[in-house]
């Protein structure tokens, strides 16, 4: 699986050169529904009628994070925050459930380094 953020999505249903420049690879995509509401958020900011934008979200894997990663979210949250990082909480989960099933996630938010993830061409991966 490779997981999705919302800063890759977003680009990637805008249609932006940046995000068309990420080769996928043919693994699953997937997205957390922290995710999955920051990028209808981000949407619904511009217009009311989000249809396409669920309809396409619907080619990703829903998923929910295990309490195991939500406390290894916390953990690498507060760590990054010890550091004055400003990674979301959202963030942090998305990067401990990549991180604790050695999965990759796709984003363009440089907060991930703060998290322990390090990036090569949009996509981030743990140690």
């Known amino acids: ?65 295990e309490k195991r990663e939500l406390q290894f979210a916390a953990r690498i949250y507060h760590q990054a925050r010890q550091r004055n990082s400003k990674a979301s909480l959202a963030d942090a989960i998305l990067a401990a459930v990549a991180t604790m099933k050695g999965e990759q996630v796709l984003s363009f938010d440089q907060d991930f380094a703060s998290l322990g993830l390090v990036e090569k061409n949009g996509v981030w991966s743990g140690h």
């Open 1 to 65: 699986m490779i997981w999705i953020d919302s800063s890759f999505a977003i680009e990637w249903l805008l249609g932006t050169e940046r995000a068309s420049k990420v080769m996928l690879t043919p693994e699953p995509l997937g997205i957390l529904a922290a995710q999955y509401a920051e990028i209808l958020s981000y949407f619904l900011r511009r217009t009311e009628d989000v249809t396409l934008i669920i309809e396409q979200l619907e080619a990703l894997s829903l998923a929910t994070p």
